[in-house]
């Protein structure tokens, strides 16, 4: 079991940064892949990004290839999403998730089985 908490959301310009934090608890953070997903209004949740146990393998959307930028510290339970040049079509509400996996390139939102309550991204043209 792991519980995980998102923070760093908020509302930023066209073109400005973020930075998203996932703290996790629970058993050992190393044994999980990590991901990004996002679910603007009236959207289904689409996939943003992962990473595999060791941080040594991020994978992205292509709309975001350059942009973002995950990484994780698994000494401190902790993943992040760098957002950068962000667009209005960013716009959303972004969750943490985490999947008991060594695999890499993981993206489907069915591998993962842990989901942090969401935190909310605007992007202001």
């Known amino acids: 079991q792991v519980q995980l908490v998102e923070s760093g959301g908020g509302l930023v310009q066209t073109g400005g940064s973020l930075r998203l934090s996932c703290a996790a608890s629970?058993?050992?953070?190393?044994?999980?892949?990590m991901g990004w997903f996002r679910q603007a209004p009236g959207k289904g949740r689409e996939f943003v990004g992962s990473?595999?146990?060791?941080?040594?393998?991020?994978y992205y959307r292509d709309s975001v290839k350059g942009r973002f930028t995950i990484s994780r510290d698994n000494a401190k339970n902790t993943v992040y999403l760098q957002m950068n040049n962000l667009k209005p079509e960013d716009t959303a509400v972004y969750y943490c998730?985490?999947?008991?996996?060594?695999?890499?390139?993981?993206?489907?939102?069915?591998?993962?089985?842990?989901w942090g309550q969401g935190t909310q991204v605007t992007v202001s043209s």
């Open positions: 990473i595999n146990w060791s941080g040594d393998r991020p």
């Open positions: 629970g058993r050992a953070f190393s044994n999980y892949a």
């Open positions: 998730a985490a999947a008991f996996s060594k695999a890499n390139g993981l993206q489907n939102e069915r591998e993962f089985g842990y």
